[in-house]
């Protein structure tokens, strides 16, 4: 079985401060991770995702993830928010090789 | 080239009427995904098509949904008999291949809503 926690349904950060979104894991094997934005009236798109290897992944708009095994995490962060990164943002873990599992989505709204 | 294409991309039907909901996935793309997401929630897994294989549908949440795909390209998921408790985002996704290096791209959904 395989699940996706992530803490905290709504974001608000002021531009060019640093956005952090939460993501806690279970699964009884070996995880792929999944970080999905979803602009409004869009559908997802992948932001970054780790199989194997390095544990902090770099994905597109300079946003970056570090998958801990230790502690079942695997948290969103970017340095700098722009206000163009207002979405709703969804954690997903794969313990097989098709079916993710996805969490209930934060929403980030950016102060100017 | 295209993405992921849904029609219609807004439904609004009466309860025990039966509805049906396209996907044509990106042109080459062997696997194909449905999910549902319910407001507030995340997405949930529905059925799972990868070429000529049986689909795994697992995740239909009881017998009046069901889902085809023709070859490679179209699905049509259908619910019979629609209950209020189905209205949700409809989210079809397809992926080169089953393998997870492979990124599923999303289409933008169908809205259902049952009165």
């Known amino acids: 079985a395989q699940s996706v926690t992530q803490l905290g349904s709504h974001v608000s950060v002021s531009e060019g401060a640093l956005v952090l979104l939460r993501c806690n894991y279970s699964?009884?094997?070996?995880?792929?991770l999944f970080w999905y934005v979803q602009y409004p009236n869009q559908g997802l798109q992948l932001l970054l995702k780790?199989?194997?290897?390095?544990?902090l992944v770099k994905g597109i708009n300079g946003f970056e993830a570090e998958f801990k095994k230790s502690e079942t995490s695997f948290h969103l962060t970017k340095p700098s928010a722009h206000m163009s990164d207002a979405a709703e943002y969804f954690c997903a873990v794969s313990s097989n090789d098709y079916k993710l599992s996805f969490g209930a989505g934060t929403t980030v709204t950016v102060r100017a | 080239g295209a993405g992921v294409s849904q029609s219609p991309s807004n439904k609004v039907t009466e309860k025990g009427k039966d509805v049906e909901l396209r996907c044509d996935p990106i042109s080459g793309h062997t696997a194909l995904y449905w999910y549902r997401q319910r407001l507030g929630q995340g997405l949930e897994f529905l059925i799972y098509?990868?070429?000529?294989?049986?689909?795994?549908k697992s995740g239909l949440p009881s017998d009046r949904f069901s889902a085809e795909r023709t070859g490679e390209s179209v699905s049509t998921l259908t619910i019979q008999r629609t209950q209020q408790e189905d209205s949700a985002v409809y989210l079809c996704?397809?992926?080169?291949?089953?393998?997870?290096?492979?990124?599923?791209?999303f289409g933008p959904g169908t809205r259902l809503t049952v009165l």
């Open positions: 098509f990868q070429g000529n294989s049986a689909p795994d």
């Open positions: 780790y199989t194997t290897g390095a544990t």
């Open positions: 996704a397809s992926s080169l291949d089953r393998l997870q290096r492979y990124e599923q791209f």
């Open positions: 699964s009884s094997v070996p995880p792929y």
